[in-house]
């Protein structure tokens, strides 16, 4: 037994130990980046939902705000959608997102967007500019034509 412990403190303090534990933390960086390429990629998940009224298909790629997140989470969903003005369609979301750090829109064709004082969510058909409690949610990415034409009951899901 006295040999086997003499043998042990001979590697140790001939430095054997501690190049095991070099390359054993030399290991850990390696390790801790290949989490951080993981958490970026999941970080960089798009948020598309699609919009299905009149048997046509929108769809809007989210912003990674949280009122895009709010919306996002309460779907699938179908609602009526309502005309207002004579450039956006508008739905009530069951329940109200939360704008913080949700940049403020400058709503043009195909913008989602979110009216903070009244809760409602509104798809532009037309340019529209700015106002007051007017948050940006995405962007259609196909199917523009078809939001001047929504009615009635529409389904909205995530893709």
């Not at 990674?64 to 919306?71: E, N, R, V």
């Amino acid at each position: 037994m006295r040999r086997i412990i003499t043998a042990f403190l001979l590697v140790l303090l001939a430095g054997g130990l501690p190049s095991c534990v070099n390359e054993k933390a030399q290991a850990s960086p390696v390790h801790s980046n290949a989490t951080d390429k993981t958490n970026l990629v999941e970080d960089k998940t798009e948020m598309k939902i699609t919009v299905t009224a009149n048997e046509k298909i929108t769809v809007y790629e989210l912003n990674s705000s949280q009122a895009a997140k709010d919306l996002y989470n309460q779907l699938p969903m179908t609602i009526e959608v309502q005309d207002y003005s004579t450039d956006e369609k508008i739905f009530y979301p069951p329940e109200k997102l939360n704008t913080v750090d949700t940049p403020r829109a400058n709503a043009k064709t195909g913008t989602l967007a979110y009216y903070a004082p009244w809760g409602d969510v509104v798809m532009f058909y037309k340019d529209f500019g700015t106002a007051s409690g007017l948050y940006e949610l995405g962007t259609c990415v196909s199917g523009e034509e078809y939001i001047r034409e929504m009615s009635g009951i529409i389904k909205i899901e995530k893709q």
